[in-house]
């Protein structure tokens, strides 16, 4: 008797639920905690026992390993995390992981149904948001064990198949069992998914904690596949961070293969429960993963300059032409936070480059450089593109899964960009402006320059920008008073004349979008 087309097509329909719970999780608690996981990081990090502490929680809610490192990767390459503070994550985020495989060894499929019936309930019926987003955690975990308990069944059959169970008696060669384990994980891209199949196939019977043991070292290292494939396009950093993630499982697996081929290890975790196949499994992966933890500790700082070594970091582009590159838009826990980040850098960037034209732009009327007016035009053009990328890519992050604060601080960024764009065209235009003024004249636009300057450097406190732009009001309403008066006295030419009602139009129009700029700022802080 051998698995028919039904059992297989349920085998893959129960993986199918299992991968789906896993990412039902991970939206849950993204929705829940989302921008405050940075915070979150920040805080506990700095310590190396609290943010194995803090890895191990985040993988146990979320019952993935690979999407905590994809987001500690997607960290580390927005510049929110220090290399050594992922190092911490990582381990905590490899005993987190274990949590799948003890829930499975406790047969809480048998609840599993409840679970998810709860949680379709607390989405469907409560109208709080935050119970909204707990009951997607525990519908996803109920949905995920239901699908654990379809590929168990669907595996049943197997038993009888002579060809399968020689097959899995082979994984007791080290090699072979380790490849098979790192290769099946790898395309499933799911530790705890390959780990309960192995489980379900030792309940079954199929095969012995011998063999088993070599394919559970080899799942700990194909479950890295995720994050170097999430590394591609980061930065070097996060590059590193990916190299610390593989080298913990390769050192991990080394260790324990030794152990197991020479000391009666896989016996002695066997006899612990030795009529619940499951939980032999689950015990030597967890005692896999707390004992490496505890090995390499002392040995985090190390990891992280092995890392380097390996993966040297490049030379540090010039500022001016750095732009950190933008996360894929894909779903995946940490996206909220690491969405934010990149966008307030951008933002940032493209905010400094506007600003600096405002200065080169008054400073052509005062003096005329062919070098600065190049340098304007070349900067206008990027504040321009950039933009346009910058609007196009928070619409499409938009797209993507966000709780309410997140959705409303991107949309007031996409709002301000237009500001920002605005200031940077108007102050390319004053460049254009080719007149000659006495030295009266020019102090007047030296004391514009400084006073238009100053206020971009309050942007983030509203109350002082507002000062800062009635200060500005004040003086261009001085200008026009003295405009007039020397026209009464015909003491200014008419391009003079000209000249001063074309730079006050534009100095307001640029005041009041720096007005807007603060105002938005201030919503955003308002609603944090």
Known sequence: MIMTTLNFISLLGGLALFLYGMQMMSSGLENAAGDKMKGILEKLTSNRFLGVIVGALITAVIQS????????????????????????????????????GQLIALDIGAIAPVLAFLGVVMVVFIKNQKANYFGQILAGLGVLFIGMEMMSTAMMPLRESQGFISLMTTFSNPLFGIIAGAVFTAVIQSSSASVGILQALAANGLIGLDGAVYVLFGQNIGTCITAVLASIGTNREAKQTTVIHLSFNIIGTLIFTVICMFTPLADFVGSLTPNNAASQIANMHTLFNIVTTLLLLPFGGYLATFAQKILPSKKEEKEEDYLSPLPASGYQIGTSAILVEQIEQEISYISKLSFENIDDGLSQIISYNSKTNKDLSDRNNKVNTLSRELSKYITEALGIEQNSENSFIMSVYYHLLIDIESISNYAFKIKDYKVDLNESEKSRIIKLKNLV????????????????????????EEIKKTQIIRMKEKSISFEITLFFSQIVNDIERISDHIMTISKDYDLILNNN
Do not use: C
């Open 65 to 100: 390993s690979s999407a905590t490192t994809v987001m500690v990767v997607g960290f580390v390459n927005a510049g929110m995390m220090s290399l050594r503070q992922a190092v911490w994550i990582i381990m905590g985020a490899n005993i987190g992981t274990t949590i799948t």
């Open 453 to 476: 300057t100053d206020i971009t450097f309050s942007l983030n406190d509203f109350e002082k920008t507002e000062y800062k732009y009635n200060k500005i009001k004040e003086f261009l």
